[in-house]
């Protein structure tokens, strides 16, 4: 027996989602070439086939369609760090590998490392507007979480104490991400996942934790 067709308001959901991944692909390119101050919703209309009545419906600007696309992008980050950290036994080799799986994600999209830095023309101070910010700043901390709560166990620090250091070793591998993209670490025999090692071989004790160590001197 043949499955029953699918009625008139799932062709239309089914219709709609198209239309909506093809705006977001025509968009994505016109990102990467003309930036975020550069694009115009004319222009997306454009490489999407579409008139620019078209994406009203769906966009009601093109800020909502970076911030989805940088949305989607954190979603896809926060799943391969999760997948990795959630492999790894102790705390230190959760934070080693909720690092590694960061950086190896954006050396294979990079595209994403300019999305997220709104870098395609530049690194200047842009936004999507202040409730998109909001929600893409809490999506980038539930990935950065994923770090901080082992790393905050192997260092015996507070939640409050240990964001400097998840800022620390974010901003190392966003410069060093940067940096071999641009090339610009050839000449110094180096690249990103040597110097993320290194970076950890810094910020993570050899052994024993600064809150296990604590607990032994009590127990003395």
């Given amino acids: 027996m043949s499955r029953a067709a699918a009625s008139p308001k799932d062709w239309s959901g089914v219709v709609r989602d198209a239309k909506r991944d093809l705006m977001l692909r025509a968009a994505r390119d016109e990102f990467a070439e003309q930036g975020l101050e550069g694009a115009t919703m004319r222009s997306i209309a454009l490489r999407a086939g579409c008139t620019t009545g078209a994406i ?12 989805e696309l ?51 023309r530049g690194l200047k101070r842009l936004g999507v507007g202040k409730p998109s910010d909001d929600e893409l700043n809490r999506a980038l901390w539930k990935v950065l979480e994923r770090i901080a709560q082992p790393l905050g166990e192997v ?40 110097l ?19 607990t032994r001197k009590t127990k003395r």
């Fill in 70 to 120: 940088l949305r989607q992008s954190l979603a896809a980050l926060d799943a391969d760090v999760a997948e990795a950290a959630s492999a790894a036994k102790t705390p230190k080799a959760q934070v080693e590998a909720a690092c590694g799986a960061f950086l190896n994600y954006y050396l294979v999209h990079r595209f994403e490392i300019n999305l997220g830095l709104y870098a395609f």
């Fill in 196 to 214: 993320l090692r290194m970076m950890l071989a810094q910020c993570l004790p050899a052994t024993t934790s600064v809150k296990q160590a604590r």
């Fill in 155 to 194: 260092k015996g620090l507070k939640p409050t104490e240990v964001r400097p250091w998840v800022a620390l070793l974010t901003s190392q591998m966003i410069g060093a991400l940067v940096l071999q993209i641009a090339g610009r670490l050839d000449f110094l025999d180096t690249g990103a996942q040597a």
């Fill in 56 to 67: 009203y419906p769906l966009f009601d600007s093109k800020e909502a369609i970076y911030a």
